[in-house]
């Protein structure tokens, strides 16, 4: 008979009623590998079952006709445990018909033997399923590896990713004629007022998900005024109509910012694309009389409809060298003349509702 290099580290556990049966393995294999006994199914689980998290057998050789459990219902359970799935399972029996191969194969066998046995081919089978067993560890360990080494260079992009926006959100501060307490306001009207839109229209598709990147991209929906001259960023007074179309081209220029990082960046889960749509037409009105596309009613995404809302909002309570800030009650009153206008006329009687924490909300940041 040929031997085994894998005496000392493998153990196999042999499954048999008969104790003649028992001996006869035990003598095949005990020059080879560690082997332990057992006389019935019920046994055999509960050898495994005193190593719960480490498999007991690295192979188990069990016999179909046993009484109380035979071997199919032995394999059965194993199978279905989580620590011992893996071993391989060679059936030893002198059921010998291809309905009673196909049945052990069905349970979860690895192999089938009819009796009496070959000790050489039985050595030899045994000896290439706990090599193919190696293969698979190894296998399953190098992808384990591989998942972690993806996931930590995941997060790395994550990091990058995160801290990329953060500096655009921090450029888009800097670059605002007011204070960046505007872009913290007006996300919270668009947060605020998304909600109640989904509370009160909930056809209109403003899903959780979908307001929290509306809600996280608002903060960028100036970044286009970066590439505004300052000397009409930061203008004293009215700009001239000259001036205001370059003012205007803001819009464009932050879709044009946006749409280069999500060349470079990809999406970021979307975030990036709303991000874009965002500064794109957050100037477009109902009417189609607003920039840059002028576009109209629906054809407005409704991210573009809620910023528009919140941006003119905090516009009119903020204070210009030319111009005093309004009241709450007088924008809220302009707001409300707006729309079907300038305003979606849905999206206008939600931000009625929630004119209170508006207001609010606006006390507090300015």
């Known amino acids: 008979m040929g031997s085994a290099p894998l005496a000392s580290t493998k153990t196999l556990l042999c499954v048999d009623d ?3 049966n028992l001996t006869l393995l035990n003598e095949c294999l005990k020059g ?6 057992a006389n019935s199914g019920q046994k055999a689980l509960s050898l495994l079952e005193k190593s719960p998290e480490k498999a007991l057998a690295d192979l188990i050789l069990l016999d179909v006709m ?3 459990m035979d071997g199919y219902d032995v394999c059965r359970r194993i199978k279905e445990h989580e620590a011992w799935r893996d071993i391989p399972v060679i059936f030893i029996t002198s059921k010998t018909s291809p309905e009673d191969e196909k049945r052990a194969l069905q349970e979860g066998g690895s192999d089938f033997i009819p009796k009496p046995i070959n000790p050489d081919i039985l050595l030899a089978r045994i000896k290439t399923h706990l090599e193919l067993g190696d293969y698979h560890r190894k296998l399953r360990d190098e992808n384990q590896m591989l998942e972690q080494k993806l996931s930590e260079r995941l997060t790395d992009l994550f990091k990058l990713q995160q801290a990329t926006l953060t500096v655009m959100i921090s450029l888009a501060e800097f670059r605002d004629e007011n204070t960046g307490n505007h ?3 007006t996300q919270s009207y668009v947060q605020m007022l998304a909600e109640e839109v989904e509370r009160t229209y909930p056809h ?3 899903d959780e998900n979908t307001r929290d990147l509306i809600v996280q991209a608002a903060p960028l929906h100036d970044i286009g005024k970066i590439t505004t001259p300052d000397h009409i960023l930061l203008k004293p007074g009215k700009l001239t109509p000259e001036e205001f179309d370059i003012m205007k081209q803001h819009a464009q220029s932050g879709a044009d910012i946006l749409k280069t990082a999500i060349n470079e960046m990809g999406s970021y889960g979307g975030f990036l694309e709303v991000a874009q749509e965002i500064a794109l037409t957050h100037h477009e009105k109902w009417d189609g009389s607003g920039y840059p596309q002028g576009l109209q009613g629906e054809s407005i995404p409704i991210s573009g409809r809620l910023m528009a809302l919140a941006d003119v909002y905090d516009a009119l309570r903020s204070e210009r060298p030319y111009k005093k800030a309004f009241s709450h009650q007088e924008a809220l009153a302009i707001i409300e003349e707006g729309a079907g206008k300038h305003f979606d006329p849905r999206l206008t009687e939600c931000f009625k509702n929630i004119g209170e924490k508006v207001a609010a ?3 507090e940041l300015l």
Do not use: F, N, Q, S
């Open 204 to 206: 209109m598709g403003l």
């Open 32 to 37: 080879h590998y560690t082997v332990k006994l």
């Open 361 to 363: 909300i606006t006390e």
């Open 18 to 20: 008969t104790p003649a």
């Open 183 to 185: 872009i913290k306001r």
């Open 66 to 68: 046993m009484p109380d």
